[in-house]
């Protein structure tokens, strides 16, 4: 008794462990295929815009800014302005 109760499960054959790959990897292409159909299907409705300067330059700043704030202490007050204190975005009103 004890641990050993049932018998051993067969071993998988070969056959079932290859249709089993072919079945995931048709099943990714699938996916994948239907991601890139949806990207280039929707692509003319983008907003193309052209970068005005350099993205380094953007980055630079992007990093400068956070390393500024990174001691900034964030109030009660400013979360209950957007979150309207019940975790809901304050809609614009305007």
């Keep these: 008794m004890g641990a050993d109760q049932f018998p051993a499960p067969p071993p998988p054959s070969i ?16 996916q994948m295929l239907l991601a890139w ?7 003319q ?15 630079a700043r992007l990093v400068a800014a956070a390393i500024r ?12 302005n957007y979150y309207n204190g019940c975790g809901n975005p304050i809609e614009a009103v305007g």
């Design 69 to 80: 704030r990174r001691r900034v202490v964030e109030t009660v007050q400013s979360q209950q």
């Design 45 to 59: 409705f983008y907003r193309h815009v052209k970068t005005k300067g350099s993205p380094l330059a953007s980055i």
């Design 37 to 43: 159909l949806w990207f280039f299907l929707g692509k």
């Design 15 to 30: 056959l079932r462990t290859v249709l089993a790959r072919v079945w995931d990897l048709a099943f990714a292409s699938l």
